[in-house]
Each structure stands twice: as C-alpha cells, then as structure tokens.
C-alpha cells in the first residue's frame, strides 16, 4: 500500500485547506485511516480517524467544528478539510492507514498557518 498525502500550503490565518491522501495498492476491505500532525519543535499528534464505514473520531474538542474528516472508498481517498485554520494549526499533516496486513503511512504535505 502506498499513502500520497497533498494539499498542503500556505494560507492566512482563518482561511481553509483540504488535504487529500490517496491510497493504492491492496488496502483490504476493511482500514482505518488516521491523519497525524506534527508542529515545529513538537512531538506528534493526532489528529482524525475514518474507518472505512465512514465513523469519525476527533482526538482535540478544538478541532471539532472546523476540521472534518471524510472519505470516497470508490477513490480510495480520505480528506481532512480545515477551515478557519489559525497559527496553531501550522504543522506537516501525515496520513497513516491501518489494515489487516499492515501500518503504512504517507511522506506528509506541510501547512502553514499565517496571520
């Protein structure tokens, strides 16, 4: 399985990215796919998960209600769409996915938040 992680950019603060991470390969019928964030200087964290029935957790109440986390199984990709991002969402996104065979994750896409 291969994660391609995109959509990252630079943006002012309160305005809003969608980033996309596409598999391929053999993901199995059933995963899970979490996106991850890592800030400068910080450890890394959680951020959002999908299964592959469409059920959603948010791992901070402070992204409830501007990040949503979706996915298309006919594209085999998961979004994570962000809106009124502020500078404490500057980070490198990173998707993972979870199934039967294995983790895998993608290379990140960077994200910085501007005021």
């Known amino acids: 399985v291969q994660l391609q992680a995109s959509g990252g950019g630079s943006v002012q603060a309160g305005g809003s990215l969608r980033l996309s991470c596409a598999a391929s390969g053999d993901t199995g019928a059933i995963n899970i796919v979490i996106w991850h964030r890592q800030a400068p200087g910080k450890t890394r964290e959680l951020v959002a998960h999908?299964?592959?029935?469409?059920?959603?957790?948010y791992y901070e109440d402070s992204l409830k209600g501007r990040f949503a986390i979706s996915r298309d199984n006919t594209k085999n990709t998961v979004y994570l769409q962000m809106n009124n991002l502020n500078n404490e969402d500057t980070a490198v996104y990173y998707c993972q996915m979870k199934t039967a065979r294995g983790e895998y994750w993608g290379q990140g896409t960077l994200v910085t938040v501007s005021s």
């Open positions: 999908i299964t592959t029935g469409g059920r959603s957790h």
